[in-house]
């Protein structure tokens, strides 16, 4: 287990047993199949009922919640951290079989929460059989006809007035998730550290001060999607001292409104030239057949090595930061990008 996961699992261990003595573990006759119900620590400072004003709305959670069912992608994290596990999660894919990252799964306890596709949409009635006391949808895309429908089924916390969808920053999404589950004082205690993790990963990792960074994600056809500013994997590694390539920002300045990306054709691939270029693929055969590309080994970036292939645990852990993954990401993540600035990369 590396430096820095070591330290927040040590944390974390502190943090519940100073902070949430008396977590109460409602079993509730669940099956294996079903999750048992979790609350939140009964000695939390925070007050209930719990108001916290939403982009459609204010939710007001009347007591500690039991059932709470995570829609934000990466919101699960946040609860396992504040000793919260949730009954249902978003469903991040097949690489994470137990619906959260290796970074939140021991925080499990063997518990399985049931996975919700929200490929085409979210499905309501399968939330309203869950009998949730609390929704938790900060990191997501919810909308206004979401969020009525869901507010019928249980107090609904989404992002917050002003914000877009999923760009919520990882503190602010702490803070928000915390106060919701009365634990505001243990949300702010793990936004702490995390942030203490990425002071001590600048200290350590001099060589990415200052230095460029391209990142996209390969589309179909001949296109790939590049990133906008305020996307949350990019401010990652801004935070941890990198610059976005004056390339990207170039291109994100053609993006609609309300988009998450701009596409890219890839003959204009030689405009992202940076000193490291990250990209993300859901299989090896994918990433090969994009580091095929003639276009692509004319990069520059290319050339020197400065090519850094994400597969998809590492895209969740920097692309959707939390409290849980920041640290993950900075010991399993930022030696990738260490490798493609020494010019150590895949060129195939």
């Not at 919810?142 to 992002?159: E, G, N």
């Not at 990133?227 to 935070?239: C, S, V």
């Amino acid at each position: 287990m590396a430096p820095s996961f070591r330290r927040l699992l040590r944390t974390l261990t502190t943090v519940l047993a100073v902070l949430g003595a008396g977590v109460l573990l409602a079993a509730c006759g669940a099956s294996d199949d079903e999750p048992s119900a979790s609350t939140a620590a009964s000695g939390a400072s925070g007050a209930f009922p719990a108001r916290i004003e939403g982009a459609f709305g204010t939710a007001t959670v009347p007591a500690a919640p039991k059932r709470v069912v995570a829609l934000g992608w990466s919101d699960q994290d946040v609860l396992l951290g504040l000793g919260v596990k949730p009954v249902a999660v978003y469903d991040i894919g097949p690489d994470f079989p137990t619906g959260v990252g290796p970074w939140a799964s021991d925080l499990l306890d063997g518990q399985k929460p049931q996975k919700l596709s929200l490929a085409d949409g979210i499905p309501f009635e399968k939330v309203a059989a869950l009998r949730p006391d609390l929704i938790v949808a900060v990191q997501s895309g919810v909308t206004a006809d979401d969020y009525a429908k869901l507010a019928k089924i249980a107090p609904t916390v989404t992002y917050a007035k002003g914000r877009a969808p999923y760009v919520t920053p990882w503190p602010e999404q702490a803070e928000i998730i915390g106060e919701a589950v009365g634990q505001p004082e243990k949300a702010a205690q793990l936004v702490q550290t995390t942030k203490d993790a990425l002071a001590q990963a600048r200290k350590d990792h001099p060589d990415l001060q200052g230095r460029t960074f391209t990142y996209m994600a390969r589309r179909q056809g001949d296109q790939v999607g590049l990133y906008l500013p305020d996307d949350l994997r990019l401010k990652f590694l801004e935070d941890l001292g990198m610059k976005l390539s004056p390339g990207q920002r170039a291109a994100a300045r053609s993006a609609p409104k309300g988009a998450y990306f701009v596409d890219v054709s890839y003959e204009r691939l030689g405009a992202l030239d940076a000193d490291v270029l990250v990209a993300w693929f859901t299989s090896e055969s994918e990433r090969k057949a994009f580091s095929a590309r003639p276009v692509f080994r004319a990069m520059d970036v290319a050339k020197r090595g400065g090519f850094v292939p994400l597969d998809l645990i590492q895209a969740q852990a920097q692309g959707a930061p939390t409290v849980l993954s920041i640290p993950w990401a900075i010991d399993n993540v930022v030696p990738l990008v260490e490798r493609g600035l020494a010019g150590k990369g895949p060129r195939s």
